[in-house]
């Protein structure tokens, strides 16, 4: 039973470009959550879907950050126009739908802003 | 906001000894996770503790989940090389849009020496 996949395992941008970051979730999981986890920082929540569904997205930067969860494919944390300050590691968690708090990550994605 | 605090943040200790990792809030959660870091990975899970007063043990680790569900602990027997890394306890929101949001803890960087 494969894990929460993330692709790519590191990724690098300079300023102002795209960065898409991908995450499928373990079999069977409906709920996934992206969490942040800066240099020196701990990991911090971002959004929680479930499919074709934003449920939280609190932790959310109000600007250049979106995420989807479509019907079909994985789930995209898409960051626009990238700074400095956005470059960590990103990781994705799933969980199945009747256990609260009990979430399984994948390996994370690091991002490099140059 | 949920606040988890971790303790302690360090902890260096020679093989054959005993540790306890404690973490503490204010805030009551519906469940709590204790999760393992190595570097340049992800979190892996090692215990979900939900009913207040809770303890699970596996193999040489006890985790506790205290009467209030405001706080939790993990205790190593007998520490081994192999237990060397960061530790990370998180705690689960059951409330409305939030359920199931992880709020971590500072982690606990342990090294174990032979």
């Known amino acids: 039973n494969a894990g929460v996949m993330q692709n790519p395992r590191h990724l690098v941008r300079r300023r102002g470009q795209e960065a898409r970051l991908r995450c499928s979730p373990m079999k069977g999981h409906s709920h996934v959550y992206w969490y942040r986890q800066l240099p020196e920082e701990g990991l911090k929540f971002m959004v929680y879907?479930?499919?074709?569904?934003?449920?939280?997205e609190s932790g959310m930067p109000k600007e250049r950050f979106s995420a989807e969860f479509p019907k079909e494919g994985p789930s995209i944390l898409r960051i626009q126009q990238v700074v400095r300050g956005d470059s960590a590691a990103y990781f994705c968690?799933?969980?199945?739908?009747?256990?609260?708090?009990?979430?399984?990550f994948g390996p994370g994605t690091r991002l490099l802003v140059l | 906001t949920q606040l988890l605090e971790q303790s302690p943040q360090f902890l260096s200790i020679q093989e054959g000894e005993n540790l306890t990792v404690y973490c503490n809030s204010s805030?009551?959660?519906?469940?709590l996770q204790w999760y393992r870091q190595e570097p340049g990975e992800g979190p892996v899970l090692l215990v979900t503790?939900?009913?207040?007063?809770e303890v699970k043990k596996l193999k040489r680790l006890t985790f506790q989940f205290g009467d209030a569900r405001k706080d939790s602990s993990l205790h190593i027997t007998a520490a081994q090389t192999g237990d060397t890394g960061l530790y990370l306890c998180a705690g689960a929101d059951a409330g409305g849009t939030s359920y199931g949001k992880l709020t971590f803890g500072q982690g606990t960087i342990l090294t174990v020496h032979p």
């Open positions: 879907l479930q499919k074709e569904n934003i449920i939280d």
């Open positions: 968690a799933s969980s199945p739908e009747t256990v609260v708090g009990t979430q399984y």
């Open positions: 805030s009551v959660f519906s469940s």
């Open positions: 503790v939900v009913t207040g007063g």
